[in-house]
């Protein structure tokens, strides 16, 4: 059972590595609308993102990775969220009905060739 659930583990790592390599593009959306997406590979320093409405937010685009720096919500929840830098990370400025998340770049997505079970 043990050796299991190292298979497993190890496998997950070994996926999230190769995604990671690969590079992500940040989507920005607000309201539930694209806003812009980023490619984080091709950021080669750092680029800060202002977005207006009710609350003043900033993004802050680095090298591979992405973050909110500052936003004028009440909570700073999306501030303390910290750097995204994998496939699959979100961070949310609910308040701002802001949302970034990464994804893997096309050519990086596994395809699934098969279930078992």
Known sequence: M????????GILLLWNLSAARGGCTAVVEQDGQVLMQIDLS?????????????????????????????SDCPDQICVNTGVLTQAG?????MPARISVRLEAHQE?????????G
């Open 2 to 9: 043990i050796g299991i659930i190292a298979i497993i583990a």
């Open 42 to 70: 091709s950021v080669t320093e750092p680029e800060t993102i202002e977005l207006g409405g009710e609350y003043h937010v900033v993004l802050l685009a680095e090298p591979d990775a992405i973050r909110f720096a500052s």
């Open 89 to 93: 990370q979100t961070a949310v400025c």
């Open 108 to 116: 990086n997505q596994a395809e699934i060739d098969g279930y078992t």
